[in-house]
């Protein structure tokens, strides 16, 4: 079957996603500048959710753009990762309202790992339905930085009852590893038109 609803829908859950985050963000009770001090980890929690879900965003297009059709396997594997994209509202909020204490922090990189590991699946049903010589399966190959950002994140989370701006620093070096929408897959679209 055809590719065009599972991507519109999976752009409309994405921007509810991000809907969700930025209705969390209260405006502030003073006209002081200093009344948005409180309301800075709330703001960075945004930034960096914001981000990653942008990232999934952008990945998950040059994914699909690869892919040729889509079967019931690969609509179930895209569903689970919007389950878990779908919780970072709440672990966003929960993180940014208790100024990045343990539980909440750790509980926000689960959420991603579980995003990663979904993410992973997704590509590894679309492989495994257009075989391993397909476009997808020639730009990712190995992909070591898929399985990087997830080992990265299995470090993360018991770090996050350590010290808690250590896991927040990798979420943030995960995401700038991701920030530059994945060049493999460009490259082997362009070989596949020449």
Do not use: C
Not at 1 to 29: C, N, Q, W, Y
Not at 71 to 88: C, K, T, Y
Not at 137 to 147: E, H, N, R, S, W
């Amino acid at each position: 079957m055809g590719k065009t609803r599972l991507e519109a829908f999976s752009d409309g859950v994405l921007a509810i996603i991000i809907t969700i985050m930025v209705l969390e963000l209260k405006v502030p009770h003073g006209a002081d500048p200093t009344a948005l001090l409180p309301l800075i980890p709330v703001l960075l929690s945004y930034v960096l959710s914001f981000v990653y879900v942008g990232i999934y965003w952008n990945n998950h297009h040059h994914m699909l753009h690869a892919t040729r059709h889509v079967s019931g396997g690969v609509l179930w594997a895209n569903l689970h990762l919007l389950f878990w994209l779908s919780l970072i509202p709440f672990a966003t909020g929960w993180m940014g309202e208790n100024h990045f204490a343990a539980a909440p922090t750790a509980l926000y990189g689960f959420t991603l790992m579980m995003a990663a590991i979904a993410y992973w699946l997704l590509e590894s049903i679309i492989i495994l339905s257009q075989g391993r010589n397909s476009t997808l399966a020639a730009a990712v190959g190995k992909d070591v930085k898929g399985k990087l950002s997830i080992l990265l994140y299995l470090i993360a989370i018991p770090v996050a009852f350590v010290q808690e701006w250590i896991a927040g620093g990798i979420y943030v070096l995960v995401a700038l590893m991701w920030l530059i929408p994945d060049r493999r897959i460009e490259r082997a679209l362009l070989k596949d038109s020449d």
